[in-house]
């Protein structure tokens, strides 16, 4: 069994995104390593969604986001007919997933 480097395991994600974000027909752009994300879709709007895409080395990918962030995705995607949305909610002292989000976007 080969183990990755850590660096190498992130630029193999890095490209799996990438390459999600071109099956939906979205430009992605690798930062340069002082920036505190990864990857950059350009875009008008002075207020960037914060993403922050998991995956566990067996799984699917994830996307962490704010809810009034998906909220608003879900308005714009909406616009001309209604999609349902499936929603679970869970709530506890502390998620790993927070800790990681807001020390790479803070808190809003």
Do not use: C
């Not at 069994?1 to 430009?27: C, D, F, H, Q, Y």
């Amino acid at each position: 069994m080969t183990l990755k480097r850590p660096k190498s395991k992130g630029t193999v994600g890095e490209n799996e995104v990438l390459a999600i974000l071109a099956e939906a027909r979205l430009v992605g752009k690798r930062t340069s390593p002082g920036v505190n994300y990864d990857i950059y879709v350009p875009g008008r709007a002075d207020n960037p969604f914060q993403i922050l895409a998991t995956r566990p080395d067996r799984g699917e990918w994830l996307a962490t986001l704010r809810l009034g962030d998906v909220a608003e995705l879900i308005r714009y995607y909406n616009r001309e007919d209604n999609y349902p949305v499936e929603i679970e909610v869970k709530r506890y002292a502390r998620f790993a997933l927070h800790t990681i989000f807001e020390k790479k976007f803070g808190r809003k």
